[in-house]
């Protein structure tokens, strides 16, 4: 069995935040499926997903300031800088951390581990909501 959904998130401003429960909440066929996969794109090039703590909010905040020490904005060689100082910083980090995440699916449920949660990764300054596309498989 498949199915697949698209959503838009609202806006999120710039940083690491949890939508675990946003994604399920728009799967609603995910009860349907005893045993299967998940996976969950997003459909931009300057925000990113990742799978991390869900517990411990001062770990978002770690991940949000290691980034902008890692990739700093307004570095003298970028040239991609027409839509503002956070672009080109935006479009690298999403690359390191990765546009999908996939996980397990047991009796109707993501199967994530006790400490694991969904992360939108907003590397913008001022984005927009942005567009999620979730694919299960199984039955």
Known sequence: MWYQ????????RRGFHLIT???EQNCAELSRFKIGLAHVFI???SASLSLNENADPTVRTDFESHFNKMVPENAPYYRHIYEG???MPAH???SLLGSSVS???TDGRLNLGTWQGIYLCEHRNRASGRIITVTLQGE
């Open 21 to 23: 429960n946003v994604v």
């Open 85 to 87: 100082s956070d672009d």
């Open 92 to 94: 690298i980090k999403a």
């Open 103 to 105: 996980m397990p699916i």
């Open 43 to 45: 459909q931009h090039t």
């Open 5 to 12: 959904t698209t959503f838009r998130l609202p806006p999120f």
